[in-house]
């Protein structure tokens, strides 16, 4: 058995305790200064291994808690169900003729790249996962994933919805995965209005709705304007729905327009989301760098 | 008077039945297992629709780290808020330590007050939760903002918001979940009037 060193031994037992608890206290003091140096989102070893040690039991959980609310939502609330029902299908129709337009610039797109003999890393697949859980905090909006590294997913992989962006991965383990929504606080996305496409950032607030800065009180903004990725800040794709202007607060010339953001995707209630390979780095091919001058057949023989 | 050999004998030892199997947890055990389900239920409940933005106000740890240190046991409750405190800075991923810290101070100071004054009825907890609460979040806020982790745009105002909803929250969910520590946890947590308060043993 150990013994502590003599000093230790004269004290009484409260000393020691009060010692060693002020110890400890002081390690952890030093712990947030090294975390808060390196500044490391969410990548840690014992993050990740208590992340998925923890995965069955909040899959569990989350299993109980949605079982319950569907019982309550099939069998109790069953006002609205028509005309959810009818809103539901016109809304199917309109994305059907929406997924033929996409498929077809798909196709476009996917011959110009071939003209342009660019080459692609090999693209990750998209990896569609469940939301087991959030971060049961007001300070940070993170919520888990039930899909991991094991099934593709990507630190910086950007998270979507069929409604829109919904933020991207910041921290993965083997069966399990973080995502900072934007409307995390310390989250914030490269934003484009879709009509008079300007540039600006969008910040989240721990709040329902986000923030769009950097935008000129120059530009003509109108509540309802759609905003999309921009695709300036190297980890969301271009054209991306991120959600629609709320309210505005118009600067005068030389200030800023003050702008209020709701997400397209709602943020409170996600069940599945897809999970985006990260954004492609893609590389010219020697085809389009100058080439050094060749013979001529003619000056050859 | 009962030496504490004897009263230590006494306690439920952990074995299994065959006829049913019923497994009896030291008291070590059913903490770390109580405090593993805190933090899955903390990320989980907030998802719930409707009621689950009240479960952001809600700290399942910190309302352990009260019902453990209510009691005279300074090493054990400190040890408890800081285990719990770290767990919560993992899954959170934001500043390791602060969550830690903050419990641990306030579960051991709760066991060195509670030498003095008894902490541990029912009534007298669920006063000091609140207390605690507000304690909890202003010193959490303190470091966030202290290391700059603070989320852009947060003022002394949303500080006092969040404590005052923490405040209600803690306070109502303890009513609630005091009495299930109770079932689950209170005859290896309640300490006997002959041990010394500040033992150096951890349970």
Partial sequence: ?301 | MLSPYVMRQSLPQRRASTNLIVLELGPTARVTVALLLMVALQTTLVRLPYFGFVFEHVDFILILTVFVGVQPRALRAALVGMTGGLLQDLVWGVLYGASGFTKMLIGYALAVVSVKFSLDSKVTRLLVLPLCSVVNTGLFAFFLYFFSMLPPGTTFRDVVRVGMFALLGNGLAGLALFPLGDRWLGKWIAVRSTDEPLAPRAF
């Fill in chain 1, 1 to 301: 058995m150990l013994s502590l060193p003599s000093p230790l031994q004269k004290l009484d037992p409260a000393r020691r305790i009060a010692l060693l608890v002020a110890g400890l206290l002081l390690a952890q003091f030093f712990l947030m200064s090294l975390h808060a140096r390196a500044r490391a989102l969410g990548q840690s070893v014992p993050r990740v291994a208590l992340l998925t040690v923890l995965q069955p039991l909040q899959k569990a959980s989350d299993a109980v808690i949605t079982t319950v609310v569907a019982a309550w939502k099939g069998y109790v609330d069953l006002r609205g169900v028509y005309a959810t029902n009818q809103r539901l299908q016109a809304e199917n129709d309109r994305l059907r003729l929406l997924l033929v337009e996409r498929e077809r610039e798909a196709l476009d797109g996917q011959r110009l790249r071939e003209l342009l003999a660019l080459k692609q890393s090999a693209p990750a697949p998209t990896v569609v996962a469940n939301v087991i859980g959030g971060d049961g905090t007001p300070w940070f909006r993170q919520i888990l994933l039930d899909k991991g590294s094991l099934d593709g997913v990507l630190v910086n992989a950007p998270v979507v919805t069929p409604q829109g962006l919904v933020g991207r991965v910041v921290a993965v383990g083997p069966n399990v995965a973080v995502v900072q929504t934007i409307a995390d606080g310390q989250a914030g996305v490269g934003a484009t209005l879709a009509v008079s496409r300007v540039n600006g950032e969008l910040r989240g607030q721990n709040q329902p709705l986000c923030r769009l800065d950097n935008v000129s009180g120059l530009t003509d903004v109108s509540e309802g304007e759609m905003v999309l990725t921009s695709g300036l800040d190297g980890v969301y794709p271009k054209g991306l729905i991120i959600g629609m202007v709320e309210t505005v607060e118009r600067g005068s010339g030389a200030g800023l327009h003050r702008i209020q953001v709701r997400p397209a995707v709602p943020l409170e209630r996600l069940e599945e989301v897809a999970v985006l390979p990260p954004t492609i780095r893609v590389t010219v091919s020697d085809l389009l760098r100058p080439s050094p001058a060749t013979k001529s057949p003619a000056k050859s023989k």
